[in-house]
Each structure stands twice: as C-alpha cells, then as structure tokens.
C-alpha cells in the first residue's frame, strides 16, 4: 500500500504575503470523500493520527497544521492569526483537495473554524463534527488558556517537554505513558544543543491577549446558521462547552447530536477506540 501518510502543502495568501499551509493526508488520494481534522490552538495535525489510520479506508484523510503551528508557516504580522485568516486558508486547501463531499471535524479552534464555514452559503461542508466547542466559549477557559500560551519554555529533554505537555494538557484525561509522548512529539521541536521547546509561533498569543474577554464569547448566529448534520462531542468535566451550551445545541440550529465523554475536560483527544467509534460511526451514517 506504501506510505501511510503523505506530507503536502499548500500555498496560501494573507494582507502580509504568502504563507505555507502543511497538511498530512491519509488514505488513498483518488478517494472523492474527504475528512478534514482540524486541532487545537497549541496543537497540530499529526494529534489526528490514531483517528485518520481508522477513518482512512472511508475517506481521503487530511490533517492541516493551522498557520503558526506544526509544519505550516509563521504569518509576517501576529494580528492576522485569526478565524478569518484560518477560513480563507482552508477555502484554499479544499480547493486543491478538488473534493466533491467534505466531512469536518474540529477540536476547540479548530472547531470553530469549521462552525464558522458551515455557517456560509454554499458551504462546502456536509457534515460537522464539533469536539468540545460551541457557540458559548466560555471566559474561565480563555482565562486557563491565557496562563500557558506563547510562554514557550525550553525543556533540557524530551522527559521533560512530556512532564510539561502533560500538566499543561492534564484536562485531555488519562493516557498511556506512549500516547503522552505521541502528544508532546509532534509540538515540541530538538534545538541544535539538544533541549526541546515548544514548537508554534509565540506570536499567536498576541491577538488572543488583545482580545482577552473578561465574559464567554458567543457565537449563535453562526451557530443557527447550520444546515448541515452535526456532533458535539463534549468532555464531561470541560470548563470551555458548557452542559448547557451543549444541550442548547442540541434543539436549535442543525440540532446537533450530543456525546458526552466521561472523566475527560478539555479536550478529548480522539485517541481512544472508543472516541474514534463516536466519530466513525456518525460520519458514516446514512
């Protein structure tokens, strides 16, 4: 079968220049269906690892690394990492996927950026999985989040750039001491002296500090906008979707199906069989 990813990337434009957008792309890359998996704020594509080897004998898998993450691209000017730059780049990847049906699914940022794109006329979106995001994003998750981002640390090892990962990320739940490493070795890059540092553009910080709600921000009439099927998937001690906001989705806009997982915050990591089985088994339902 050869390879069992491909590493591609695209070229994409902002007010400031050209960027890079890096993507791993799974599955056979004549297949018409497509899934896109789109990470979190501090993460990158290769999170969706575990999930694209199950979901690649459906579809042609791809799993971009927003702009100032994983293998993409540092934007010239730090205002620019934005939803509205991130749309305008995924426009840009469907259009060289040349897909004829897109599934989404989105962690937290990434969920937003799909909320935001299924919400459009003419969306190309047909399906939506959103995990552990929602209209309402919550002040006290902005403020956790707040505490830790663009301070990038310098780790005198991998031990200890997992030692970090893992209090950083503690809400993920409970994972093996291989799947923590897994989590910390796509984000964390080797210096030439051998430490480890975090791997994504301190500067994403900068608009995110300017914004800096002091209450939840809400997002309705994107959220109402909705045509398509859509999942929420909700880590049952998540500080960022609240049960309400959840349940709220669940009789209004597409009406989204809900799931919630338990022991696990913010967010789940979509690693376990049984996360991947909630995926699968709505994205492939009739």
Known sequence: MGEEFRQRQVQCVSASGLHRLAYTEWGDPGERKVLVC?????????????LARTMASDYRVVCPDVPGRGL??????????????????????????????????????GGLIGMTLASLAETPLQKLVLNDVGPIVSAVSLARIGEYLGKAPQFPDFA????????????????????????????????????????????????????????????????DAIRCPTLVIRGALSDLLKRETMEEMASRGPRAKTVEIAHVGHAPTLMHADQIAVVRDFLLAD
């Open 160 to 223: 200890t750039a997992v030692q970090y990962v893992r209090a950083v990320s503690a809400t993920f739940g409970a994972h093996s001491d291989a799947q923590w490493s897994t989590l910390t070795e796509h984000v964390v890059r080797r210096q030439p002296e051998g430490s480890y540092r975090m791997h994504y553009d301190p500067a994403i910080a900068v608009p995110f500090s300017a914004a800096a709600p002091e209450k939840d921000i809400e997002l309705w009439p994107c959220y």
């Open 72 to 109: 993409s691209g540092w934007l010239k000017n730090p205002m620019e990492y934005r939803v509205e730059t991130y749309i305008a780049d995924m426009v840009t990847l469907l259009a060289r996927l040349d897909a004829d049906s897109v599934h989404w699914l989105g962690t937290s940022m």
């Open 38 to 50: 789109v990470h979190g704020l501090t993460r990158c594509g290769r999170d969706f690892d575990a």
